[in-house]
């Protein structure tokens, strides 16, 4: 028996065909250059040949140079209202020299004898877009091994959410579909959402924020919608976000299990949690649900039949369409590519985040100033909500300067590193409990000089926090789409939990 001799390493290794360079085999990129010459012939015999392509083929997607310029060409006459045939082609791809490297205007007759029929022109377009999409995907896959190797001064998690990112765009490649909305669908579309909140009976066209009288002012939580939700330390922003995102998720449970049995929800609520770890937030909407304290639960202060009950609930809630993200200081651009991966897989309804200052812009991007980078995080959070048609509620902080007034009601010139907040967001609320500052305020006998002016500066406090407690503020100080101001809300420091302010009304189940 003789050994088969063995290759040194970095010998070059020989392909099927034999052709090799520095150890990698010649393959040539996918390419139907056949269908891309039978489209052309289709087109040039018939021009609505041109209809069963028009909306997602355009001449980048030509592996050939020359039939891209043909087509381009082709389209150009035809969108214009004018017959697109050899005859009229002739002088303007003579001018142009495009026709050159085949032969000049020869070419054009043997595109006619390749055509089949222009039936099978949507089959040629579809062939030429796959082969396009195989292009691109060794395109994105070379960038990638070459990032991998060090081309690009990025860590390997930020070169995974670049590569994914790469990935959903074309995945989500919408050829032509972009440009402009006939008025005629633009009111369709609004009809559609008129429609929507008739059948709720005109309250909430789009998703629940379980608050009653939020949803009245602003008809619910609505694609592509940016909204802010901004307040000092304290005031209960983490609270009141997670009440909003936990009432979406059931009202999203409820409505497919309306549907039938076994019919999952059609949407996801995403959190992304920077401040707090998943298990605090869970923790949070645990003892909100179960009415068990939250502190308590931590020191393991509870009795069996509290135990049973968090036991229950949690089991109740782990059927929600919630997720929790709680990755430190994400980036943007992460973000970006995780709610696109949920909402390719699951389907994404609403996005939660907590808190903005706490991000990261997008990879690659150096901003001068805070200020500047607060704005990159706000406009990229917008792009968000209109590329993926969800709703965006973001988290900010307050400046300081709102403790240095007499009247702490936050203002929109509050907004912490503010720079393009305002401008961004089509709605900016506060949540503000007048209950916080007063609590801080009460009286301390040594600061008095008799005991009776004491006992009538307690008396006069305890009558003012009876009219605030358990009350907080929900400041709607700007809104795109609708009507501004306060709303009133019930707040339960016990178990963090907002809910609506009084009983006269009906039940308010959604």
């Known amino acids: 028996m003789i050994d088969s001799p063995t290759t040194p390493p970095g010998t070059p290794t020989s392909s099927p065909n034999g052709e090799t360079i520095l150890g990698v085999s010649l393959r040539a990129p996918p390419a139907n250059v056949d269908a891309e010459q039978a489209l052309l012939g289709a087109l040039l015999t018939n021009n609505r040949a041109y209809d069963r392509v028009s909306d997602f083929l355009t001449g980048a997607h030509f592996a050939n140079r020359i039939n891209g310029a043909i087509y381009d060409t082709i389209a150009k006459r035809i969108e214009g209202g004018q017959l697109a045939d050899p005859v009229t082609l002739r002088a303007t791809l003579e001018h142009s020299g495009i026709l050159d490297e085949v032969g000049g205007i020869p070419y054009l007759a043997r595109l006619l004898t390749s055509t089949v029929g222009i039936i099978n022109a949507g089959d040629y377009g579809r062939a030429i877009h796959d082969a396009w999409l195989r292009r691109q995907l060794i395109d994105i896959g070379e960038t990638m091994v070459n990032n991998a190797f060090g081309g690009v001064d990025l860590d390997g998690q930020d070169q995974i959410a670049a590569g994914e990112e790469q990935l959903f765009r074309l995945a989500t490649d919408k050829g032509q579909d972009g440009g402009f909305t006939g008025f005629d669908r633009a009111l369709a579309n609004a009809l559609d959402v008129a429609e929507k909140a008739f059948r709720n009976e005109g309250d909430v066209s789009g998703l629940t924020s379980g608050l009653r009288d939020f949803d009245k002012k602003t008809g619910g939580l609505h694609p592509s919608d940016l909204l802010i939700l901004a307040g000092r330390p304290a005031m209960g922003k983490t609270a009141l976000a997670t009440k909003i995102a936990f009432s979406a998720a059931r009202a999203l449970m409820r409505k497919a299990e309306e549907e039938g049995e076994g019919v999952q929800p059609d949407g996801t609520v995403a959190i992304f949690s920077l401040e707090m770890s998943a298990e605090q937030l869970a923790t949070r909407i645990l003892s909100e649900q179960a009415e068990v304290s939250g502190e308590r639960i931590r020191r393991g202060d509870i009795g069996q039949k509290e135990f049973d009950r968090f036991v229950r609930v949690s089991r109740e809630l782990a059927r929600l369409p919630m997720v929790i993200d709680d990755t430190p200081a994400i980036s943007l651009s992460a973000m970006r590519t995780r709610c696109r991966r949920l909402k390719r897989t699951k389907g994404l309804s609403l996005v939660v985040v907590d808190y903005l200052q706490l991000m990261r812009p997008a990879v690659g991007t150096r901003p001068d100033s805070r200020v500047l980078e607060i704005s990159m995080i706000t406009q990229g959070l917008k792009a968000i909500a209109k590329e ?123």
Not at 478 to 495: D, S, V
């Open 388 to 510: 993926l048609e969800v709703p965006v509620i973001a988290l900010s902080q307050l400046s300081r300067q709102v403790e240095s007034r007499e009247d702490k009601r936050p203002m929109l010139s509050d907004l912490r590193e503010s720079g393009s907040i305002e401008q961004d967001a089509d709605a900016v609320m506060f949540v503000y409990r007048d209950e916080y500052y007063l609590q801080q305020r009460e009286p301390k006998e040594t600061a008095f000089e008799s005991s009776d002016k004491y006992r009538i500066a307690l008396e006069d406090w305890h009558r003012k926090m009876e009219l605030v407690h358990n009350k907080a503020e929900l400041i709607l100080e700007k809104q795109r789409h609708g009507p501004t101001g306060a709303i009133q809300l019930f707040f339960e420091g016990e178990f963090t939990r907002f809910a609506d302010l009084d009983t006269t009304h009906e039940d308010y189940h959604r």
